[in-house]
């Protein structure tokens, strides 16, 4: 059954092929559709089977203002095969759930043409490794490609980057980066000296020992101190959270007898 509004403009197809056929489509037809099949199985259960979809049409340039679009991205991307930055250059902003089905030719300064493979955020990007050819850069969407987009015909969008705009811009982003590392690395340093500086602890024992056998383990459970909680009082154990060189002493005495303890 189709809803009132539908009524003249969607058919439903057949059972064998089931599904919606939207005639005379505009781009007030952009929108969710369901289909729901309910049959009968072997069992003479009732059995519903949804489909959904969400429909795109444009009746312009399947971008978000009709418009095709060249800039430079703000921020240089960071290549981590080359270990280097790059510029960006973005085409769009599309509005395609998903990658666009074509693609945009881009040609560079000294009339060079290149097909961009990489696609984000509604845009195809070009990028450019050091050092920038300065110059004009044209996004174009190829005439054989264009009804994937809605239109008819070539659309082009072109901009410039120059070599002090360009070089600022890599300069800037390698600045950042370094600025970064050396935060993580600064904080890292603090970290562990705060460690250092920060293990130590101060315990004794319950009560006295009148005898023990030997190669007995103390426990000393009242602890006064135990900065970094390495010490564990149940086990008598200290564990060395981090690698470096540590200073243990033990007090003891022994009434009326002869006694030995050491620390292993």
């Excluded at 969710?32 to 949804?50: F, I, K, P």
Aim: aromatic share 8%.
């Amino acid at each position: 059954q189709l809803m009132p509004a539908f009524a003249g403009h969607v058919e439903v197809l057949p059972l064998a092929n089931a599904g919606l056929l939207i005639s005379h489509v505009t781009a007030a037809d952009t929108g969710n559709y369901s289909v729901e099949v309910t049959v009968e199985d072997a069992t003479g259960q009732l059995v519903s089977l949804r489909r959904n979809l969400k429909l795109q049409v444009f009746d312009k340039l399947m971008t978000t203002d009709g418009t095709l679009k060249t800039s430079l991205q703000s921020r240089p991307v960071f290549d981590p095969v080359t270990n280097q930055w790059m510029l960006a250059i973005n085409c769009g902003q599309f509005a395609f759930n998903g990658q666009p089905p074509f693609e945009v030719v881009w040609t560079l300064p000294g009339n060079v043409t290149k097909t961009s493979t990489v696609y984000s955020n509604g845009n195809f990007q070009l990028q450019l490794p050091t050092p920038v050819e300065t110059g004009e850069y044209t996004c174009e969407i190829p005439a054989d490609q264009a009804p994937f987009a809605c239109v008819s015909g070539t659309v082009t969008s072109h901009t410039s980057i120059d070599s002090t705009g360009s070089r600022l811009s890599l300069l800037e982003a390698s600045q950042a980066s370094l600025q970064q590392q050396n935060d993580e690395l600064r904080d890292l340093v603090n970290s562990l000296l705060t460690q250092r500086s920060g293990i130590s602890f101060l315990a004794k024992l319950q009560a006295d020992i009148n005898s023990t056998q030997p190669q007995t383990r103390l426990v000393f459970q009242v602890v006064a101190n135990n900065q970094g909680d390495s010490y564990d009082n149940d086990t008598g154990i200290f564990t060395a959270p981090i690698d470096g060189v540590y200073y243990l002493s033990l007090t003891s005495r022994c009434v009326n007898g002869i006694g030995d303890a050491e620390i292993v």
